[in-house]
């Protein structure tokens, strides 16, 4: 990690300089995947806002429909994926999200509703 933030301060020249380091520890992270080839696992904190229930049936319920729809997201494709995570673990914009991948913000939303329709697919073939 520290290698990551010395890589993305000693090559920004201009700009948004959180979107330089994204793209600097996601480029880290896509090579890293590339050697182990592991699943996306779902964000710790998102598991995290599923609020504490007596019932914990419901709260199992919750946390595996989490792991579903992570599992559906790790399967879409690369800027759909990045798109969809960028969405749901951070507080981006869709400007922010465009600079961060390189791609229009129409790009984004176009990307993000195929995403979301890929999953209700996934969802619907699922409950028949």
């Known amino acids: ?13 201009t700009g948004n300089i959180q979107a ?3 793209k600097v520890l996601r480029n880290e992270f896509l090579d890293l ?10 964000d710790e904190r998102l598991l995290d806002t ?7 049936y419901n ?6 429909q989490l792991k579903w729809v992570y599992q559906q997201i790790g399967r879409l494709p690369g800027l759909e994926r990045e798109v969809m995570l960028l969405t749901l673990q951070t507080d981006y914009k869709d400007t ?17 509703h195929r995403g979301k329709a890929k999953i209700l697919k996934a969802s619907e073939e699922e409950n028949l």
Do not use: C
């Open 1 to 13: 990690m520290a290698n990551t933030f010395v890589k993305a301060l000693t090559t920004f020249h």
């Open 20 to 22: 330089w380091m994204y």
């Open 33 to 42: 995947q590339k050697k182990r080839k592991h699943e996306i696992a779902p």
């Open 50 to 56: 599923i609020p504490a229930s007596d019932d914990t």
């Open 59 to 64: 709260t199992y319920l919750k946390s595996q």
């Open 96 to 112: 922010q999200i465009s600079e961060i991948l390189g791609i229009s913000v129409s790009n984004v939303r176009v990307l993000r």
